[in-house]
């Protein structure tokens, strides 16, 4: 069954406990955390605190997704809250020890590639990931268009994670919606985050089993 990770990002801060308590009910399987560094990407977004806070008051696990510069940094501080923990490719230096550390560490690992770069880049990494996150749009914005070119990205992925007999989430985020969603399922997607076309939105609970029926 296709899971889903609403991104935070899109939510009311002053009603966020609320927004969780409401998603938790209508059976949401994680929480996707963007955390931004105004390096790595163009905006700032919040750091451990919030995270810690967050952990404090759900049960559902924290899928947490740095867009940092050179994240090997603070990957200590962030498995203390992170269930899945997530980095750029783009950003690291020693992918392969940063994804290894956070297995250590007691979290899920997750690499993340951005729209410009090949799904082969990651094919070496797949063996030290339990989770590979595909960006659908350029990192650091809400509120942006699907773009096509992550379809052949999760299916170049998919198949490479079979042929080599791995268990691996592939997770997509970025303008997924009503429109998008069931491509980017039928494409390889487990686990589809999705921000505005949820978060706050009225039509929540007819959303979630839409999402839920792909």
């Known amino acids: 069954m296709i899971k889903i990770s609403p991104s935070i990002l899109s939510a009311d801060y002053l009603t966020l406990a609320t927004e969780i308590k409401k998603m938790e009910d209508l059976g949401i399987d994680m929480l996707h955390i963007d955390v931004m560094d105004g390096i790595f990407v163009p905006n700032i977004s919040f750091g451990n605190p919030v995270i810690k806070s967050i952990k ?96 052949e990205k999760l299916t170049a992925l998919k198949s490479e994670i079979e042929k080599r007999g791995l268990n691996i989430d592939l997770e997509v985020d970025g303008g997924v919606n009503g429109e998008t969603a069931e491509s980017a399922v039928k494409a390889g997607a487990d686990i589809l985050v999705a921000g505005s076309y949820l978060v706050g939105s009225p039509e929540m609970e007819e959303r979630v089993k839409y999402l839920k029926s792909l």
């Open 56 to 151: 404090a008051h759900t049960k559902l696990p924290l899928d947490v997704h740095l867009m940092i510069d050179r994240p090997h940094r603070y990957i200590e501080d962030f498995a203390k809250y992170a269930d899945i923990l997530g980095f750029h490719y783009e950003a690291g230096s020693d992918n392969a020890e940063t994804l290894k550390k956070i297995r250590e560490l007691g979290c899920k690992s997750s690499i993340t590639i951005k729209p410009k770069t090949p799904a082969e880049a990651v094919f070496d990494l797949l063996r030290f990931c339990d989770m590979v996150l595909v960006m659908s749009v350029e990192p650091g914005f809400g509120g942006q268009k699907f773009l096509p070119s992550a379809l």
